[in-house]
T-cell receptor, first 112, second 111 residues
Framework: DGGITQSPKYLFRKEGQNVTLSCEQN?????MYWYRQDPGQGLRLIYY???????QKGDIAEGYSVSREKKESFPLTVTSAQKNPTAFYLC???????????FGPGTRLTVL | RKEVEQDPGPFNVPEGATVAFNCTYS??????FFWYRQDCRKEPKLLMS???SGNEDGRFTAQLNRASQYISLLIRDSKLSDSATYLC????????????FGAGTILRVKS
């Protein structure tokens, strides 16, 4: 089946630790995106990538880092510099012809 | 002011009711518009694109008013399964065609 997968579904982290969230897609989409969602708020863009080996900061990139070494993969690292990392993290890829984004199931990160 | 604004609701309606949501956007250069649906603790899923001429998909009708910069979604004959949060989404036209999401409108359909 074609789609976007994210792992893990739930992640617990101690303060001061870096963690990496996985995002993989087999839709052959060039563009991939990372968002975070907090209760009662819309999705906010963290980073995005239009092609392999290229990525751009979104609206709230501080404390995060990404890489795009393969078309299928766009992992997100939440660093210890991120002051309030507890959130629901969503990865998406975009079909260029329709500007439509498709989302993975998300990762819920909780900092203990 | 937020770039995309929605009434958060909740809208509590009985089964079979017709309900309408509005969404306003501030960037007049926005070119593409969508409605997504998000169930509790799940990822957003595309409900429908919104075209200038308006478009319909079964019980759902979307309208775009560029002059007033608002988008609407009409749901007829509401079902219990329509209960969800409805997200208004606008494409910000710059490198990467970034999507800007409203915070969502909560719909609760009750029997």
């Amino acid at each position: 089946d074609g789609g976007i997968t994210q792992s893990p579904k739930y992640l617990f982290r101690k303060e001061g630790q870096n963690v990496t969230l996985s995002c993989e897609q087999n839709l052959n989409h060039d563009a991939m995106y990372w968002y975070r969602q907090d209760p009662g708020q819309g999705l906010r863009l963290i980073y995005y990538s239009q092609i392999v080996n290229d990525f751009q900061k979104g609206d709230i990139a501080e404390g995060y880092s990404v890489s795009r070494e393969k078309k299928e993969s766009f992992p997100l690292t939440v660093t210890s510099a991120q002051k309030n990392p507890t959130a629901f993290y969503l990865c998406a890829s975009m079909h260029r012809a329709t500007d439509t984004q498709y989302f993975g199931p998300g990762t819920r990160l909780t900092v203990l | 002011r937020k770039e995309v604004e929605q009434d958060p609701g909740p809208f509590n309606v009985p089964e079979g009711a017709t309900v309408a949501f509005n969404c306003t956007y501030s960037n007049s250069a926005s070119q593409s518009f969508f409605w997504y649906r998000q169930d509790c603790r799940k990822e957003p899923k595309l409900l429908m694109s919104v075209y200038s001429s308006g478009n319909e998909d079964g019980r759902f009708t979307a309208q775009l008013n560029r002059a007033s910069q608002y988008i609407s979604l009409l749901i007829r004959d509401s079902k219990l399964s329509d209960s969800a949060t409805y997200l208004c989404v606008v494409i910000r036209m710059e490198y990467g065609n970034k999507l800007v999401f409203g915070a969502g409108t909560i719909l609760r359909v009750k029997s």
